[in-house]
């Protein structure tokens, strides 16, 4: 029945936990945004960024990567220590809002160095966001379900993309740059308020805590010894690198 079910209708949400909708629904919103400005992005600080070169826009574009990747290892080894989700949807809100302020101010840019900062500050919000979504979608993902649910996301991510990278090239032709950051800035901030509608159901309870493995996010060696320190009966396979799949 469940199959049947699925196979009429592929990307319904119907069934889905609060908690997997709302992140879900806030990344529409928030990944709709950036895609706004994603084609068209490197033209932009061409045309409006004193002495801005096509080297300038691969430094910055390295600066943001070296940046996200530095801030995720610390960021990451944070959510993993600390028990219960309260500092998983911290991160993920207060980096939302990080980056949706960078992009309402962006068209105030008027130099490189400015540039950079905006390109670390966008790094260091990535690296808060990325981890706790993660974490939260393979914790929350409904039992037996979690693999469709990834596809569904992923899907309607790929739709929503693929839509505003023509909108955001009509917007700019038609209204400028000005007008399509405010439209991704303030797309931010009202996915930073859908994201609290699963505030309460990731304080309330510690059912899914921070070693309840339902896709599991660390290497199996981290894994084993976790389970050591709870004294567990399960052993973890020793073969290195993430579990194949620990059922959800």
């Keep these: ?72 290892l610390v960021v990451s080894e944070i959510i993993e220590k600390i028990q219960g989700e309260e500092d998983d949807f911290y991160f993920e809100f207060i980096g939302t809002i990080m980056s949706s302020l960078v992009y309402l101010f962006f068209p105030l840019i008027i130099n490189v160095p400015q540039l950079y900062m905006a390109e670390i500050i966008l790094g260091v919000s990535s690296a808060m966001t990325y981890p706790s979504w993660v974490a939260i979608f393979s914790r929350h993902a409904d039992k037996g379900e979690g693999s469709r649910e990834w596809a569904i996301h992923d899907i309607l991510i790929d739709v929503v993309l693929s839509l505003t990278a023509v ?66 009966s399960t052993i973890a396979p020793k073969k290195r690198g993430r579990p194949k799949k620990i059922s959800s």
């Design 1 to 72: 029945m469940l199959q049947k079910k699925q196979s009429e209708a592929p990307l319904s949400l119907e069934g889905v936990n609060k908690v997997i909708k709302v992140l879900i629904y806030a990344d529409i919103l928030i990944s709709g945004g950036f895609g706004l400005i994603a084609p068209i992005f490197s033209i932009f600080i061409i045309n409006n960024i004193y002495g801005a070169t096509l080297e300038v826009i691969g430094i910055s574009t390295a600066i943001y990567l070296i940046t996200r990747s530095l801030t995720q």
């Design 167 to 232: 909108i955001g090239a009509v917007v700019v032709s038609n209204f400028g740059f000005q007008f399509i950051f405010l439209i991704i800035g303030t797309l931010g901030m009202v996915g930073s308020i859908v994201l609290i509608g699963m505030k309460n159901d990731l304080f309330k309870t510690n059912k899914h805590t921070k070693n309840d493995k339902l896709f599991e996010l660390k290497d199996v060696e981290d894994y084993e010894k976790d389970m050591k320190k709870k004294s567990l």
